[in-house]
């Protein structure tokens, strides 16, 4: 029996790559929110949810990093998927002929070149594959959804132009999430993340960071955001290179708990092959 994956958007979304990406045979469950997709896997209506963590245009996606701590749901794994734009309309229609392009706000800021040179209007849709439905629904040829090409298979839209992004480099990421602990060693490039919160004493972020120095441990994204909207309470989110049980992280882990409030581990999984 396939597994069931959640993920938030409509059938075509971006995250429905992924989640084929992750997990081939799956069969997809789309939800509205994000919340929707952990709720999915903690009522057991789903095994697996895939999440967007980061753009490498956009940057990070700052809802899932207030949500992965309290979500309940453990990281298993990474995976990135290189975001090609697609310009999708209906049969018959001619990209000349678009005077208007519905895409999520932040796709939209990808592809402003082409945007521009094409003198089109666009228009705000809460994600891409929506828009692509949108334009199914209404059959106006003057209207085109910039979106991927699943996305116009599922909703029967042409594609008039391919791969209309500013840069080759836009690639996202996204974090497949389970209900169950897997910390297991999976192979030798492994990934630790975890959240925490330092101490209220002078330079606890440099000391609690220090042992990762000494121990030659490499951190590879340390990120903060503000806790229940107060300027001081401050949450970091932390991936490095390593294992939990491997000697120089356990001393460094140990080092953070010292001058650290809480530390919890959110996952240990395999470094992605394209991450390199």
Same mark, same amino acid.
């Given at each position: 029996m396939s597994?069931?994956?959640a993920?938030q958007?409509e059938p075509?979304?971006?995250s429905?790559?992924?989640?084929? #990406?992750a997990r081939p045979? &799956?069969?997809?469950?789309? &939800?509205?929110t994000? #919340?929707?997709?952990?709720?999915?896997? !903690?009522s057991?209506?789903a095994?697996?949810?895939?999440?967007p =963590?980061?753009?490498s245009?956009y940057?990070?996606?700052?809802?899932i990093?207030?949500?992965l701590?309290?979500?309940?749901l453990f990281v298993v #794994?990474? =995976?990135?998927i290189r975001i090609?734009i697609?310009v999708?309309?209906?049969?018959?229609?001619?990209?000349?002929n678009a005077?208007t392009?519905?895409s999520?706000?932040?796709?939209l800021?990808? &592809?402003?070149?082409?945007?521009r040179? %094409?003198?089109?209007?666009?228009?705000?849709?809460?994600d891409?594959?929506g828009?692509? !439905?949108h334009v199914?629904e209404?059959g106006?040829?003057?209207?085109?959804?910039?979106a991927? #090409?699943?996305?116009?298979d599922?909703?029967?839209?042409q594609?008039?132009t391919?791969?209309i992004?500013?840069?080759?480099?836009?690639?996202?990421r996204?974090?497949?999430m389970?209900?169950?602990?897997?910390?297991?060693? %999976?192979?030798?490039?492994?990934?630790t993340?975890?959240?925490?919160r =330092?101490?209220n004493?002078?330079?606890?972020?440099y000391k609690a960071?220090?042992?990762?120095?000494?121990n %030659?441990v490499?951190m590879?994204?340390?990120e903060s955001?503000m806790?229940?909207?107060?300027f001081?309470?401050?949450?970091?989110?932390a991936e490095i290179q390593?294992?939990p049980?491997d000697?120089n992280?356990a001393?460094a882990?140990?080092?953070?708990?010292?001058f650290?409030n809480s530390v919890?581990v959110?996952g240990?999984?395999p470094a992605a092959?394209s991450r390199f």
């Amino acid at each position: 029996m396939s597994e069931i994956v959640a993920f938030q958007g409509e059938p075509g979304a971006y995250s429905h790559e992924a989640s084929l #990406e992750a997990r081939p045979d &799956c069969e997809v469950l789309p &939800c509205g929110t994000f #919340e929707g997709a952990v709720e999915a896997v !903690k009522s057991e209506k789903a095994d697996l949810a895939v999440l967007p =963590v980061e753009n490498s245009i956009y940057g990070r996606v700052a809802d899932i990093h207030r949500l992965l701590p309290e979500s309940g749901l453990f990281v298993v #794994e990474e =995976v990135f998927i290189r975001i090609h734009i697609n310009v999708l309309g209906m049969p018959g229609a001619d990209i000349s002929n678009a005077s208007t392009a519905l895409s999520h706000m932040v796709l939209l800021g990808q &592809c402003r070149e082409f945007i521009r040179d %094409r003198g089109l209007r666009t228009l705000a849709w809460a994600d891409t594959a929506g828009a692509a !439905k949108h334009v199914a629904e209404t059959g106006d040829r003057s209207l085109v959804a910039l979106a991927s #090409e699943l996305a116009g298979d599922i909703y029967g839209l042409q594609v008039l132009t391919r791969h209309i992004e500013d840069a080759d480099y836009n690639r996202t990421r996204f974090f497949v999430m389970s209900s169950e602990r897997n910390f297991e060693r %999976r192979n030798s490039e492994m990934i630790t993340a975890f959240v925490f919160r =330092v101490r209220n004493i002078p330079a606890a972020l440099y000391k609690a960071l220090g042992g990762f120095a000494t121990n %030659r441990v490499n951190m590879l994204k340390l990120e903060s955001y503000m806790v229940g909207g107060s300027f001081n309470a401050t949450q970091f989110f932390a991936e490095i290179q390593g294992h939990p049980d491997d000697a120089n992280v356990a001393l460094a882990l140990e080092e953070l708990n010292f001058f650290t409030n809480s530390v919890d581990v959110l996952g240990v999984y395999p470094a992605a092959v394209s991450r390199f």
